[in-house]
């Protein structure tokens, strides 16, 4: 059964930087549209993050816009995103969700999408 894992997450303050990883098992990134949604306690899921495996194209929440930088390794069938100056509004579970397409207009949220477990990121002030 195809998965997503994700690594990364952790505990820093507020200013500081993590990158978390996201890799596939049992399928691949090609041709994928790959994002980052986190959820903070009480709150919805929302978008930060994506990015077409195949053109490259990227896109960010205007909360992160400057801060974050989503990317990939071909080599390594991984995405990546680095977080940098990280706020304590920034606190979640972040999750990866993969989907196939032609392109990356939209989440990848469809009927396709696949799911990955989550990994917690803290940011005390």
């Known amino acids: 059964q195809a998965v997503l894992e994700e690594s990364g997450g952790g505990s820093v303050h507020a200013g500081g930087s993590l990158r978390l990883s996201c890799s596939p098992s049992y399928v691949t990134f090609v041709n994928t549209c790959v994002g980052w949604f986190r959820q903070a306690p009480g709150k919805e899921r929302e978008g930060v993050a994506r990015?077409?495996?195949?053109?490259?194209?990227?896109y960010y929440a205007d909360s992160v816009k400057g801060r974050f930088i989503i990317s990939q390794d071909r080599t390594k069938d991984a995405v990546y995103l680095q977080m940098n100056g990280l706020k304590p509004e920034d606190t979640g579970m972040y999750y990866c969700v993969a989907e196939p397409r032609t392109s990356c207009v939209g989440w990848p949220t469809g009927i396709d999408a696949l799911w990955g477990q989550g990994t917690q990121v803290t940011v005390s002030s």
């Open positions: 990015i077409w495996t195949l053109g490259g194209h990227t």
